[in-house]
């Protein structure tokens, strides 16, 4: 096993950081349940990382690795790369899924499966949390409007607990083309709309989910054919967390089958 160098060392650690993430097509996982996910679902890792005094209560998950570089660092260069209070350790550097970025001239009808369709969402951990709920029941997409929240945020890879590597997430640059395109297949959550139990959602059902303060944007409600669904609640309550809708949602969609 090699040592981390200083100059991968400046590379990896500026991976916390969005703009070199893109730059670079590579963003960190920690944690011994992540690095095993993303082994476990053939992700192609670039280097697997450990802090020296963890190696052999991590020896396992090293013997996996077959096609990363595995490198040990001290516990002071190690914290430069954990985002984690108590870090556990050993961490990965994982490249791209591709595409990750959907273009304008791909996304006229969306796939025949279900999946949710967020717009703008702020929170990473409200992003893991529906990315970590699509994968409990078997929604396998998530599209996102430009301007939501980065899905390989270190606090968004936390809340998905691994799920992100079983479901695609994708970002759309044209999101009113392919609301347009889907709209008869498209919820909108809406307080207006009709009550979610009372919904035929099926398998080609997707359901679409707004910002956190401003909920769904009026240039996306102007569009024609979307319908409207309501997840009824007590009175004086103002609102739903977006992740526990999506719940919901995600229960209502295909979980109690």
């Known amino acids: 096993m090699n040592v981390l160098s200083k100059a991968k060392l400046k590379l990896f650690s500026s991976l916390r950081a969005k703009k070199f993430r893109q730059k670079h097509q590579l963003f960190l996982i920690e944690g011994k349940?992540?690095?095993?996910?993303?082994?476990?679902?053939?992700?192609?890792?670039?280097?697997?990382?450990?802090?020296?005094?963890?190696?052999?209560?991590?020896?396992?998950?090293?013997?996996?690795?077959?096609s990363a570089e595995c490198l040990q660092t001290n516990l002071i260069d190690f914290g430069k790369l954990s985002s984690q209070k108590s870090p556990e350790g050993i961490l990965a550097v994982v490249h791209f899924p591709t595409p990750h970025f959907c273009k304008p001239q791909i996304?006229?009808?969306?796939?025949?499966?279900?999946?949710?369709?967020?717009?703008?969402?702020?929170?990473?951990?409200?992003?893991?949390?529906?990315?970590?709920?699509?994968?409990?029941?078997?929604?396998?997409?998530?599209?996102?409007?430009?301007?939501?929240?980065?899905?390989?945020?270190?606090k968004t890879l936390r809340s998905s607990m691994g799920s992100i590597f079983r479901v695609k997430v994708t970002y759309v640059s044209n999101w009113r083309e392919l609301l347009e395109g889907a709209s008869q297949r498209v919820w909108l959550a809406d307080m207006d709309g009709t009550v979610?139990?009372?919904?035929?959602?099926?398998?080609?059902?997707?359901?679409?989910?707004?910002?956190?303060?401003?909920g769904i944007s009026p240039e996306t409600r102007a569009i024609p054919h979307l319908q409207k669904v309501h997840l009824p609640g007590a009175d004086g309550a103002e609102s739903l967390n977006v992740a526990i809708a999506g719940g919901i949602f995600g229960y209502l969609m295909g979980g109690a089958d």
């Open 196 to 214: 979610a139990s009372k919904v035929p959602f099926d398998q080609s059902s997707w359901v679409l989910l707004g910002n956190e303060a401003n």
């Open 33 to 66: 349940k992540m690095v095993q996910e993303a082994l476990m679902c053939g992700w192609k890792l670039e280097a697997i990382i450990c802090e020296e005094h963890s190696l052999e209560q991590n020896g396992h998950i090293l013997d996996e690795v077959s």
């Open 107 to 154: 996304i006229r009808d969306l796939p025949q499966s279900q999946g949710f369709l967020l717009e703008q969402l702020q929170d990473p951990g409200n992003l893991g949390t529906l990315i970590r709920t699509a994968d409990w029941f078997g929604i396998p997409h998530i599209f996102c409007s430009e301007g939501t929240v980065d899905f390989l945020n270190p």
